[in-house]
Structures are given as C-alpha cells and as structure tokens.
C-alpha cells in the first residue's frame, strides 16, 4: 500500500492508474477506522480496479467549539488495516497541503438550502467544511466512483447535489449503515461515551424503529410523533437536538404524499452529539 502525502505524488501516481485503465474508487474518512469505514473500503473493493482512501480531520468541518483537537487519531492502526484489506494507496495529507493559505482565505463550496437545515442549522458552516474538502479531494483524487455512508444522510444528499450541481465526474456510492450487535450506528464518536452512556445509546435505533413501525402503519401526524418520540429520548437521558420525518431525497418536511421518507435523529448523550437514520418506504 503506497503511503502518500502530497498532491503532486497523488497526481502523478493517478496518471499511471490512467495509463492502465483502471477505474479508481474513493473513499474519504477522517481516520479512527471502525467496521462501517471497512464496508465502504470493501464496496470499492468489489467495483474497482484500484481503491485510494483518505485520512484526513477537515479543518473546516469543525465548528469553534466542536471536538477538532480531541478527535481520536489512529493512523497506525488505521494504516494497518486499510492495508490488510488491499488498499492500493492511502492519502494522508497534512493540514497545510490542503489549506496553504489558510481556513480564512480558503475558496469554498456551498449547496444551499439543504446545508442550513437539520444539522446544519446546529453546525452553521459544517456543510460547507464538508463539501469543499469533498470537491478538493475529488479535483485530487479524480475517481471514477466515490464511497460514503447513509449514516451521515444529509452529508450524502449535499454532495450528491455537489456533484450534480457542480457536473462533477464521479458516482457517488451510498453504503448502509453498520451497526454494532445491539443496533448503534457505528461511528467514531461512539468511543467518547462512557459505559453508562454507552448501554443508553441503543435506544436512539430502538425508538427510531419504534417510530418507522408507526409510519408504516399508516400514521401520518409527523408533528405529534416526533414530539412524543423526542419526549421519550429525553426522558431515557438523551437531549435531542431534532427527530424528523423527512422526504428521503430532498429532505424538506415531510408530507403525507411522500413515499419515500427519512426518520432522521440527532441526540446529545453528555457532550457527546450522536446522530442516526431510517428511511422508510411506503
Ligand atoms: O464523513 C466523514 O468522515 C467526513 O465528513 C468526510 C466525508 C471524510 C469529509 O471530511
């Protein structure tokens, strides 16, 4: 597995896989590798000739008081697996390679209207953090397929809609979300509970299946559920930042003639923000 730390080694290494023919599929990550970052690695596996992956902690994503300095950093670790698994190259640039004249300065990208709401209306500028890197590593990497998760749903939705916006040459590829044996979504957070919290957080999948049973039996009074459900998160010792129902595409409110809908959650569990989702067709 080549270990590469600037773009001109990254350009010139994609010139050779160009030369072959290769598709080249991506999957970004800012590290700490659990289980769900393994299942995207193995889909780009499964469709592509080579498989690049990204360990980078964006900057820009973070808000002020967010946990930039404490995200867990395992690059060990992480290097070891991705290379257990085939990885053809990992990409690993420092934070003055992607941002040389700094965050205040930096160009961005911003998709507007889904980026304000949901998330983005608790993390004003995290979306924006997330599709600009996302387009710099794309411009980077030019891959022909890219890998992300449905877990992070509305991070998704953005940057399907940046590639569309923006006529970007890759596939985005949205890989279910993994879950630990007592339903939690995987995620990097999760190392941040305590044990107390820990037994705690499967009730967020609980509840959420809970809520997507109601939906498919017909109820459509969203105001109501999703006040009783947020009600009942709190009262387990959760603090909900929202419970939605959603459309599942454009992600506005849902209404009674949507079809395809999300049940979407974001929970503080102490200081530790969790987020999950369900979508549900009817
Ligand atoms: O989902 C993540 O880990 C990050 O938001 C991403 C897509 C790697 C961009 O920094």
Redesign the pocket.
Same mark, same amino acid.
Do not use: K
């Given at each position: 597995m080549q270990v590469i730390e600037t773009i001109q080694a990254l350009r010139s290494q994609r010139q050779q896989w160009q030369q072959g023919n290769q598709k080249v599929g991506f999957v970004?990550?800012?590290g700490n590798l659990h289980n769900g970052h393994l299942q995207l690695v193995k889909a780009a596996k499964a469709q592509c000739d080579t498989v690049v992956v990204s360990i980078?902690v964006?900057p820009m994503?973070f808000g002020a008081n967010e946990d930039l300095s404490t995200y867990p950093r395992t690059i060990e670790e992480d290097k070891a697996r991705l290379e257990a698994l085939g990885v053809d190259a990992v990409f690993l640039p420092p934070v003055a390679e992607m941002y040389p004249r700094g965050l205040d300065q930096q160009t961005f990208v911003e998709v507007p209207g889904i980026s304000e709401m949901l998330c983005g209306a608790s993390r004003p500028g995290h979306f924006r953090g +997330?599709a600009t890197? +996302?387009c710099k590593l794309f411009n980077m990497v030019q891959p022909d397929k890219a890998f992300?998760?449905q877990k992070?749903y509305q991070?998704l939705q953005v940057i399907r809609l940046m590639v569309k916006d923006l006529s970007l040459p890759v596939e985005i590829h949205g890989i279910a979300t993994e879950r630990e044996s007592d339903g939690l979504a995987m995620s990097s957070r999760n190392g941040y509970l305590s044990a107390q919290q820990r037994a705690l957080a499967p009730r967020l999948h609980l509840l959420m299946q809970e809520l997507k049973g109601e939906l498919i039996s017909g109820r459509r009074d969203f105001a109501a559920l999703t006040e009783h459900y947020s009600r009942q998160l709190n009262q387990s010792g959760f603090r909900t930042d929202y419970v939605e129902v959603r459309n599942a595409e454009n992600l506005m409110p849902a209404t009674s003639s949507d079809t395809r809908m999300v049940i979407l959650i974001a929970a503080y569990l102490g200081t530790t923000r969790l987020i999950d989702n369900l979508e549900v067709a009817v």
């Open positions: 970004p990550t800012m980078f964006n994503q +997330v890197i +996302v992300f998760g992070d991070q």
